[in-house]
């Protein structure tokens, strides 16, 4: 593997940790309660279908992301950890940069890896959870789904027109640092 590759994973995880910050600084306060984006699912999208990530440092990126959300969301750890993985191995075994052909196909393609991200999440809750003493409505979770899954999906170009000016800056500077070095 080499340096480029493990310096832009680095590049990506930092960048990652700094959207993951300013995330929760932002939903810490605004009450948006039901249409908080998860900003990371996008992210994760974007580095399966970068050509430039190897496999090996997305997975790790993406572990690294899952695991600090876990953490920053004080969820045990493994919930978020694996989604995140998850998404990237999917993402990326089903070649979905084919699908990233405009910003109509970005928003449909969020919303949908979002949502099954989202089922995910509670399928693992429904299994290692306790059951609450006060369960909530079956429709509250799917509205609350719904409601994240659009939001992120509307989020989501923003997030891969950032990403996209990342790892052209990136790919400038090495082409800079060829010339002259």
């Given at each position: ?33 039901p ?30 992301l ?13 919930l ?5 993985v ?17 910003v109509f ?45 659009v939001s ?30």
């Amino acid at each position: 593997m080499s340096t480029r590759a493990i310096s832009d994973g680095f590049r990506f995880l930092l960048l990652g940790c700094a959207l993951l910050i300013l995330h929760n600084v932002i939903a810490g306060h605004l009450a948006i309660h039901p249409f908080v984006p998860a900003i990371l699912i996008p992210f994760v999208i974007y580095l399966a279908v970068s050509t430039r990530i190897p496999l090996p440092v997305g997975i790790c990126v993406a572990f690294c992301l899952g695991f600090l959300f876990d953490s920053f969301s004080g969820l045990p750890f493994g919930l978020y950890t694996l989604t995140h993985v998850a998404t990237y191995v999917v993402s990326r075994a089903a070649g979905l940069r084919f699908f990233m052909r405009g910003v109509f196909s970005e928003i449909t393609l969020a919303f949908i890896v979002c949502f099954l991200a989202g089922c995910l999440e509670l399928a693992m809750r429904a299994i290692f959870e306790y059951p609450a003493p006060f369960p909530a409505e079956e429709y509250s979770n799917f509205v609350v789904l719904l409601c994240v899954s659009v939001s992120t999906a509307f989020c989501a170009p923003i997030i891969f027109f950032v990403l996209s000016l990342v790892e052209r800056w990136s790919m400038r500077r090495q082409e800079q640092a060829k010339e002259y070095g």
